[in-house]
């Protein structure tokens, strides 16, 4: 009898072994199989997202530098944002001097980088040449128009539209505050920076025509000293505000405003080409720097590259940024100027897009 149930017991413990091995095998399977199938379907919608375009940009930056706070800052955080955006490679070359300009442009079209920027009128030469020798390479030239060149796109802005903005900006805060003196600091005196000249005047006296405005030119886009030392000698004529366009020269002009500001004298600075507020803070969150006239040379760097990408380069044309397309204009956040003042901005712009208002290119004292 015992070894009968004996006999049962052991039959039944390999019936209940072979019975988990069964389910243990069956299991397996499912458990390897749908990580697998799952990743498989996941792949394809994934892996163009996250694999980078295999294209690449550099900038030749002219003699300001690659962290003037201004325009070479300005381009190149263009084209790290299309860079971010498409997951392109990207590379600059600094110019010491204009010696620079023809090697650093032709090192890079030696290297076949799918675009080339150069941003400024100082390039002309230098690309024209280098734009000869490398005919396949495509380029695009920021504030000067190579036209005769299939390779070369130029990009040009109406910098008269956009200064118009804050000379209004400047006379009505000018008004709150009583005074009825306000300045200009060009880089160098010729065609180009007198447009932002020509507009910040008209836009004063649009709001009030006897109201002061004292011009200086530096002859350098590069140094900030003398920039502080013009910005010096105009707030101490008078000048309530400043407006400057001579990219790494006016920081000289926001050091004297956030020097002044931090001494309790009320004086403000007005920036160029990006949004310099954070350029203009002397203490906690405050800033030296009213509002900024934004010269979009980011968009335009990050359009044209976009464009070369989906193979549409414009080369042989000429793109304006103007107020109708948001080229120009003043920063979205202004905590520097009253609500009305930004208003009455407001609908200067809309007059000047609408055609009621002409922006005049040249300065008084030329015309």
């Known amino acids: 009898m015992f070894k009968k149930l004996l006999t049962i017991v052991l039959a039944l413990a390999m019936i209940l072994s072979l019975a988990l091995v069964t389910g243990c095998a069956k299991d397996e399977p499912e458990v390897t199989t749908d990580p697998v199938t799952e990743t498989t379907e996941e792949t394809p919608e994934e892996t163009?997202?996250?694999?980078?375009?295999?294209?690449t940009v550099g900038l030749v930056t002219d003699v300001g530098g690659i962290d003037d706070k201004s325009f070479n800052q300005g381009t190149w955080e263009g084209i790290l944002e299309f860079a971010t955006a498409t997951g392109a490679q990207t590379k600059y070359l600094q110019s010491d001097s204009d010696a620079d300009y023809v090697p650093n442009l032709s090192n890079f079209s030696d290297e076949e980088m799918d675009l080339i920027i150069a941003p400024g009128f100082l390039f002309e030469g230098a690309l024209t040449e280098v734009a000869t020798n490398f005919p396949d390479q495509k380029y695009l030239i920021i504030d000067m128009v190579i036209a005769d060149k299939p390779n070369v796109a130029s990009a040009v802005f109406?910098?008269?539209q956009g200064s118009f903005l804050v000379g209004v900006a400047a006379a009505l805060t000018a008004q709150e505050a009583g005074k009825d003196t306000v300045g200009f600091i060009g880089g160098m005196d010729f065609d180009l920076i007198q447009k932002f000249e020509a507009g910040f005047e008209a836009g004063v006296e649009a709001v009030d025509p006897n109201m002061t405005v004292l011009v200086e030119y530096a002859g350098d886009f590069s140094n900030a000293q003398i920039g502080q030392t013009l910005a010096a000698k105009?707030?101490?004529q008078g000048a309530y505000i400043i407006f400057h366009a001579a990219g790494g020269t006016g920081n000289g002009l926001i050091k004297e405003a956030k020097d002044r500001r931090t001494n309790g004298e009320d004086v403000w600075a007005i920036g160029i080409d990006k949004d310099q507020y954070d350029d203009g803070i002397y203490e906690g969150d405050k800033s030296a720097v009213l509002t900024s006239m934004m010269k979009r040379v980011d968009v335009a760097a990050y359009d044209v590259a976009e464009m070369t990408l989906n193979g549409e380069f414009p080369g042989g044309g000429i793109l304006v940024f103007d107020l109708?397309?948001?080229?120009?204009?003043?920063p979205e956040s202004n905590p520097n100027l009253t609500d009305a003042v930004v208003e009455e901005v407001k609908a200067y712009e809309g007059k000047v897009v609408a055609g009621e208002i002409e922006v005049p290119v040249l300065p008084n004292r030329l015309k």
């Open 324 to 330: 109708t397309n948001q080229g120009v204009g003043i």
């Open 48 to 55: 163009p997202e996250e694999e980078p375009v295999d294209f």
């Open 158 to 160: 109406a910098e008269e």
């Open 234 to 236: 105009m707030y101490d």
